[in-house]
């Protein structure tokens, strides 16, 4: 056990120095010590108090020591303390500390909390904002060895949509190719017998490779990008809309190994019926691979998202948004389509998403600062803008350690052995009497 008495002499040495920061706002120690007398007063009466170590742990990471942070906060995790807030500033300190995976086991955990809760919303956008980044660095890597990539490593149930390239010149329409290439892939993604590559990954190797939006996938491009994606079969076409308001879709896909092409059937329908071609084409698609579906697998591609042409323009700018980056907008947007269409379920929730996103991508400054406009009371007050100013460019150039592997970091940790003790190792002891 720690005494009281080295507990006290630590924190004022703290206090005094204020040494070790990483990421901090315009907070000292110093600013804290009330608040820390208090909580250290509340862990002598109770050494098992979880919130105390939480709160401890809280301050210790708004001043820049996520050394300290991590071991009062994985003490009161490791006592059951499993609240937002523990989990939110216990993932940010080991994101701190180069532990990216366990940041990511931790900040998946938003699923299991409140959705009133906003450290839930700060924690939702930090895991996708890492998994983002680990998919930019995992294709960066794949770049890097590409000459040493075998047939054996293309997985020939993966099947990867790219956006559909637009083809006629009224600009109103060049958004709906990403659109019908995402509910592609929604629609894929419940049939049992393939796995898609999720949108972060192709979005990832499209931005390393510097793909433009005319840059389209065909027989002479698709086998590398399968191959960089680890993709048996890559999804492409084109797409424009004729006089008359009509669509037609022209789709394809490729076969990585083989390099072989498979055409299919060209769809044309009223521009308002482009749910009805998108699903005809999905359907043609498993025909073509063989694949027999279930009476729930079809039902469940059958189901059409919204009817409305407007709602679904709205829903494909804010996919190019979000891909740019650009999450107020791509927030916008999304919520401009759900706004048109009320039950365009997808759009209301890829509103939220992109708002968590904007408020917790970036440098880990940037999610520490949202996260003091939660508890405005909680330490000294802030001048957040200028605090934003100061720090302007802190996370430019700023290097990160992904996990192996993006694509599901908590399946695939679990699937190799390992189990979140594991990746969170056994505390140090809590503070408390001799």
């Known amino acids: 056990?720690?005494?009281?008495?080295?507990?006290?002499?630590?924190?004022?040495?703290?206090?005094?120095?204020?040494?070790?920061?990483?990421?901090?706002?315009?907070?000292?120690?110093?600013?804290?010590?009330?608040?820390?007398?208090?909580?250290?007063?509340?862990?002598?009466?109770?050494?098992?108090?979880?919130?105390?170590?939480?709160?401890?742990?809280?301050?210790?990471?708004?001043?820049?020591?996520?050394?300290?942070?991590?071991?009062?906060?994985?003490?009161?995790?490791?006592?059951?303390?499993?609240?937002?807030?523990?989990?939110?500033?216990?993932?940010?300190?080991?994101?701190?500390?180069?532990?990216?995976?366990?940041?990511?086991?931790?900040?998946?955990?938003?699923?299991?909390?409140?959705?009133?809760?906003?450290?839930?919303?700060?924690?939702?956008?930090?895991?996708?904002?890492?998994?983002?980044?680990?998919?930019?660095?995992?294709?960066?890597?794949?770049?890097?060895?590409?000459?040493?990539?075998?047939?054996?490593?293309?997985?020939?149930?993966?099947?990867?949509?790219?956006?559909?390239?637009?083809?006629?010149?009224?600009?109103?329409?060049?958004?709906?190719?990403?659109?019908?290439?995402?509910?592609?892939?929604?629609?894929?993604?419940?049939?049992?017998?393939?796995?898609?590559?999720?949108?972060?990954?192709?979005?990832?190797?499209?931005?390393?490779l510097e793909l433009s939006a005319t840059d389209r996938v065909d027989q002479s491009t698709a086998p590398r990008l399968g191959r960089l994606l680890r993709a048996g079969k890559i999804v492409g076409g084109t797409y424009n809309v004729l006089s008359g308001e009509n669509l037609r879709l022209d789709a394809s896909f490729v076969e990585t190994v083989s390099s072989e092409l498979y055409d299919l059937p060209p769809q044309t329908d009223a521009l308002n019926n482009f749910f009805r071609l998108e699903k005809q084409i999905v359907f043609s698609l498993l025909d073509e691979l063989g694949i027999e579906l279930t009476e729930a697998e079809q039902a469940q591609i059958e189901r059409v998202p919204t009817q409305n042409l407007q709602a679904f323009l709205a829903f494909s700018r804010g996919l190019i948004q979000e891909d740019q980056l650009d999450f107020e907008a791509a927030a916008r947007s999304f919520q401009q389509a759900s706004t048109i269409d009320p039950s365009f379920s997808v759009a209301s929730v890829r509103s939220a998403q992109a708002v968590s996103l904007g408020d917790a991508a970036g440098a880990s400054f940037n999610v520490l600062e949202s996260a003091t406009l939660i508890e405005p009371n909680f330490g000294p007050p802030i001048d957040l803008m200028a605090s934003r100013i100061d720090h302007l460019g802190a996370g430019v150039g700023a290097a990160m350690t992904p996990g192996p592997d993006s694509r599901k970091p908590a399946e695939e940790a679990a699937g190799a052995g390992v189990t979140l003790t594991e990746l969170l190792p056994p505390p140090p002891p809590p503070p408390g009497r001799n």
């Not at 909390?113 to 904002?129: C, D, E, H, K």
Request: charged share 25%.
């Open 1 to 208: 056990m720690v005494s009281s008495a080295r507990i006290v002499l630590c924190v004022t040495a703290c206090l005094l120095l204020a040494s070790c920061t990483t990421i901090r706002l315009d907070e000292d120690l110093a600013d804290y010590s009330s608040e820390i007398t208090r909580l250290l007063g509340e862990l002598l009466a109770d050494p098992q108090s979880g919130n105390a170590m939480r709160d401890l742990g809280a301050i210790y990471m708004r001043t820049g020591n996520p050394v300290e942070a991590n071991e009062y906060l994985q003490n009161a995790y490791s006592r059951g303390n499993r609240d937002a807030k523990t989990l939110f500033y216990l993932g940010l300190a080991n994101e701190n500390l180069g532990k990216t995976r366990t940041a990511l086991r931790l900040y998946e955990g938003y699923s299991d909390l409140s959705t009133l809760s906003p450290y839930r919303r700060l924690m939702q956008g930090r895991y996708a904002w890492l998994v983002r980044e680990a998919a930019h660095s995992e294709m960066q890597q794949r770049l890097s060895e590409e000459a040493a990539i075998s047939d054996a490593e293309v997985s020939p149930d993966i099947v990867a949509v790219f956006p559909l390239t637009y083809l006629g010149g009224d600009d109103r329409y060049s958004p709906i190719g990403r659109g019908l290439a995402e509910m592609m892939t929604i629609d894929l993604q419940n049939v049992s017998q393939i796995r898609v590559v999720e949108r972060a990954r192709l979005q990832a190797l499209v931005d390393e």
